[in-house]
């Protein structure tokens, strides 16, 4: 099945204390991003990638780090997470992405709830 | 970076048509116009999008201004599996996707 995975879905966790929420799409797609959604402030784009080793900063980076080494994967790392990230993260994918000429759907993950303490 | 602008809610009864409005005074002409919607508890889904000429697939249609400020998606005939939140969003020229806070649907029985 065609899916986009993210582990864990529920995350409890203390401030500074270094995090990873993975992301993993099955459908060999070259565009990658992550989000967060919050309550009145909607969907925000954090970070996105358009392939493998090639990642941009979207509206919301600070603090946080991502990687694309393979294609399948692109995890999301806070590296001393504060409690202003609590928030749920959504990770999406799409086949390819073309600026100025359109964008394939996006497919987005089950969503990752976390919360900083 | 071009932005959408959507009524915070609507209302519909079942079975009746639904006219989800966008307003993208800012568009250019190369960005084409997204929807998605998200329903309780999951992810945004695709619903539809389009350039210039209105669309149509079976989830829904997608009628766009001629002068493309605008843009209108249309819900057939509501059901209770509808209601969610309807993102209008531009592709914006460069890599990343603006979705703003987009309109509540509701649809009453």
């Known amino acids: 099945e065609a899916q986009v995975t993210q582990n864990p879905r529920y995350l409890i966790t203390v401030t500074g204390k270094k995090l990873t929420v993975t992301c993993s799409q099955n459908?060999?797609?070259?565009?990658m991003s992550w989000y967060r959604q919050d309550p009145g402030l909607g969907l925000r784009q954090i970070y996105y990638s358009m392939n493998v080793e090639v990642t941009d900063k979207g509206d919301v980076p600070e603090g946080y780090k991502v990687s694309r080494k393979e294609k399948r994967n692109f995890p999301l790392i806070l590296e001393s997470p504060s409690p202003n990230q609590t928030s749920l993260y959504f990770c999406?994918?799409?086949?390819?992405?073309?600026?100025?000429?359109?964008?394939?759907?996006?497919?987005f993950g089950p969503g990752t709830r976390l919360t900083v303490l | 970076d071009a932005k959408t602008t959507q009524p915070n809610s609507m209302e519909s009864n079942e079975e009746e048509p639904v006219h989800l409005p966008c307003n993208h005074s800012t568009i250019s002409g190369t960005d084409y116009i997204h929807w998605y919607r998200q329903l309780p508890s999951q992810g945004p889904e695709y619903v539809i999008h389009g350039l210039t000429s209105n669309v149509n697939n079976r989830m829904a249609s997608l009628a766009i201004a001629e002068d493309r400020k605008s843009s209108t998606l249309i819900l057939h005939r509501a059901t209770l599996r509808d209601a969610a939140v309807y993102y209008c969003?531009?592709?914006?020229?460069?890599?990343?996707?603006?979705f703003g806070t987009g309109t509540r649907l509701k649809v009453l029985a």
């Open positions: 969003i531009l592709s914006s020229g460069t890599y990343k996707y603006i």
């Open positions: 999406a994918s799409s086949l390819y992405f073309r600026a100025g000429v359109g964008r394939d759907t996006q497919y």
């Open positions: 459908m060999n797609h070259e565009y």
